[in-house]
């Protein structure tokens, strides 16, 4: 397959020829198609790599009526999202080797190629984990979220030993319940139709519990030398210290330490509490939504490079569920579909650099997790590519995503879509421009650890 007359990200024109292996063969000017070989005509448009999303929950097994395989992968495609790591509080949790190969079997029905977490409670088994092709071990829960897996410090301690023993990074959701303020809860929350929204949430879960615990993380990683990667930081007291224990592990030669990474999701980049009170509890997800005056803070963040990875914890709830009342709907918010499209939007109205942009969701979770074949549009990489209009953004409507979770978080907001997304040069998505209808490939994702 030749790919002809596309921009890449960094303006450059260029034509990208695909090999039968799914691999970039060339990235070149002034290729000429072989006889019979498949054209695709991209003047006027972007080639981006797939993104890479690090924190998915698709929901398998155990809680198919909110999402499957087969949906949150097509949502995925459909996002320009080529590569998506599945978390481990499904149920059963993906804490030993038999509830990964569950998993696994599953898996099988993803568009997008996928990696799969291995999780931590009281009763996992790290002989048999380890012994499976994991992405990583995490998201390890520091405080309880969806899924009640909140693990103690000494606990969190053996994880990140057993990790680091085979080499494994440890992703961590750093919350302190010690420091949630519970006096935000009082009152009548319960109900359907009470007053009470998201807002009360962001005021219980509160930034310091996610900064002292953020902290103890990064102290516990560093006394062991651990791979730690922090899941949706949503503070920039957070990223901050992030970037300072990077900076304070260099070799004094102002290389930072590679070890220690964050991401950033879209909820905390584009939502804050003055729009929580709109989205009642569909705003609640864990860590919640802050404060105007951070959620701009954490943009620049972004934008200054301090953000490595923006992941979306796309974390799909049926929407009878999220209406059960602040206290009883449960935490999180899909995001898959949108990532891409909202970074892409910030893109055309001048607040993020493109390049920016294909860095966080592309090269740098690649280069952080390890694959060494995907993230970028080079030569000898995989051939997950999205083609975009950067130029064509649309009004985020949750009837035109594809989550099995029919709603977004973002409705109103706009988007850049891509038109079209290979993974290792199999079409997995297709829409057309003019009219909107939309086609999807078969389920050719497999996992990334494997390969
Ligand atoms: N973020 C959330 O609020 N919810 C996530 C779990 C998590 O990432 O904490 C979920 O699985 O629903
Ligand atoms: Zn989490
Ligand atoms: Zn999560």
């Not at 038999?98 to 599953?106: G, N, R």
């Not at 879209?266 to 919640?288: D, I, K, Q, V």
Request: net charge negative; with cysteine.
């Amino acid at each position: 397959m030749l790919i002809t007359g596309a921009t890449l990200a960094d303006g450059r024109g260029r034509d990208v020829r695909i090999g039968d292996d799914g691999r970039i063969d060339a990235v070149a000017e002034g290729l000429d198609a072989d006889a019979g070989e498949q054209v695709i005509e991209a003047r006027g448009r972007h080639l981006l790599p797939g993104a890479v999303d690090v924190h998915v929950h698709f929901r398998e097994p155990g809680g198919s009526h909110k999402e499957t395989w087969a949906s949150g992968s097509r949502s995925a495609a459909a996002g320009g999202v080529t590569t998506v790591v599945d978390q481990p509080n499904t149920s059963p949790p993906t804490v030993d080797g038999d509830a990964f190969d569950e998993k696994a079997a599953l898996a099988a029905e993803s568009l997008v190629d996928y990696g799969i977490n291995g999780g931590v409670t009281a009763d996992w088994d790290p002989e048999s984990l380890f012994d499976r092709p994991l992405f990583a071990l995490g998201e390890v829960f520091l405080a309880d979220s969806t899924g009640d897996m909140g693990i103690d410090a000494d606990l969190f301690a053996d994880a990140l030993d057993e990790a680091t023993a085979r080499g494994v990074p440890v992703t961590v959701h750093a919350e302190d319940a010690t420091l949630f303020d519970e006096r935000a809860l009082d009152g009548d929350l319960g109900g359907i139709g009470t007053a009470a929204t998201a807002d009360a949430w962001s005021a219980y879960r509160t930034a310091d519990a996610e900064v002292a615990a953020v902290e103890r993380a990064l102290a516990a990683a560093a006394e062991r030398d651990a791979r730690v990667h922090i899941t949706h930081t949503s503070t920039p007291e957070a990223v901050d210290a992030v970037v300072e224990a990077r900076e304070e592990g260099a070799d004094g030669e102002g290389t930072d330490d590679p070890r220690v990474t964050c991401e950033v999701t879209p909820h905390h980049l584009y939502l804050s509490r003055e729009r929580a009170r709109s989205l009642g509890t569909f705003g609640r997800m864990n860590p919640p939504l802050r404060s105007e005056e951070r959620r701009e803070a954490l943009f620049a963040r972004l934008a200054a490079g301090d953000v490595d990875v923006v992941a979306t914890d796309h974390a799909p709830h049926a929407v009878d569920e999220k209406r059960r009342g602040l206290v009883d709907a449960p935490s999180g918010v899909p995001g898959v579909e949108t990532l891409y499209p909202l970074l892409l939007e910030s893109v055309r109205t001048g607040e993020l650099s493109l390049e920016r942009v294909r860095d966080v969701v592309a090269a740098n979770p690649a280069a952080a997790f390890g694959l060494d074949r995907k993230g970028r549009v080079a030569e000898g990489y995989d051939a997950d590519l999205v083609l975009v209009d950067t130029t064509d953004p649309r009004e985020i409507e949750a009837a035109a995503l594809h989550s099995a979770c029919a709603w977004t978080p973002f409705e109103g907001l706009r988007g850049v879509f891509p038109e079209l997304t290979l993974v290792r040069g199999e079409v997995v998505y297709e829409r057309d421009p003019a009219t909107g209808a939309a086609s999807f490939g078969e389920p050719v994702g497999r996992n990334v650890r494997d390969a």
